[in-house]
């Protein structure tokens, strides 16, 4: 009997030992969160003082890129295009969880010519995005709308958000496609400048779907560790965004406090253009879906190399 029961104690000790036996962790202890200045990394400002998340604020997705693959980052905010990037380049490893926020483009003009995306033929137009998303959605509405960008419409690429929007507000252009919150600068700092298109409303004019512009996504192997810690996580994120949008005046201390837009005064205007939103993968799949297959046609590379499959959208 003694010899029985030493048996079945180490035959105990030894499953728990196996891996993936026993109970699973159901904490994670902090949470490494990677997010980007600006209208994507907004959203989740209402959590950056609470211990359970380590959140770290850069300047552009290539500064996450490297933690995300090497699992340094457990979850982060990032465009929607580089989140199918890093699907690819993770051999299937990240899952995206939500879109976060919609579409922030928008042209400004010094003038009252452009009304509709056909007047702007024969004019050109100062752009910053090359090579991501803001270039293949202005080449797809061009085209919808029977225009050719270098025949019809010069897009000129040659600068940067900040620089482009420094020299906009200069007047030094009387055109300009930016994103948020630059086009909130160039308007605060030059009035003779309007947003004559807003290219969130001209998507879904074109195709009858949303412009996502961020998601938030996770590891894989955080999400099978620990998706009772997601699933509060997530609860509170859309609390937070919630937040953001009703409350805008105590979000726009907290942007610009944590560093995420450069002051309270911008942020505050820039929120309600923002399109800081909570959209689930149920319902935010087909907006994604549209938008992948439309990168796809222009450049596969944009966003991988092909369409994300099923299993890059987290059900829970």
Partial sequence: MKRRHLVGVVLCLMLLLLPGCGEKAEEPGEINIGVMRGPTGMG?????EEDAYNIEVVGSPDDLIGKIINGEIDLAAVPPNLAAILYQRTEQNIELLAINTLGVLYILEDGEEINSI??????????????????YVILYLLKAHGLEAGRDVILDFSTQHAD?????AAGQHDLAL?????????????QDFRIALDITEEWKNVTGSE????????????????????????????QSIQLVNENVAESAAL?????ILPNPEVA????????????????GKPYLEELFSILYEFNPD???????????????
């Avoid at 989740?44 to 950056?48: A, D, N, P």
Wanted: with cysteine; net charge negative; proline share 7%.
């Fill in 44 to 48: 989740i400002v209402h959590l950056m």
């Fill in 118 to 135: 056909t007047d702007l033929a024969g004019r050109t137009l100062y752009a910053s995005g090359k090579g991501v998303i803001p270039e």
């Fill in 164 to 168: 482009l929007a420094a020299t906009t």
């Fill in 178 to 190: 930016l994103p948020q919150p630059h086009v909130t600068s160039v308007l605060m700092q030059n």
């Fill in 211 to 238: 412009l996502p512009m961020g998601v938030i996504i996770a590891q894989k192997e955080f999400i099978d560790n620990y998706e009772s810690s997601l699933l509060t996580f997530l609860e509170k994120y859309e």
């Fill in 255 to 259: 942007i610009a406090k944590h560093d």
């Fill in 268 to 283: 505050a205007e820039a929120i309600p253009l923002c399109n800081i939103v909570y959209i689930d993968t149920e319902k």
């Fill in 302 to 316: 944009s966003i991988g190399g092909k369409i994300p499959d099923d299993k890059f959208y987290y059900c829970p």
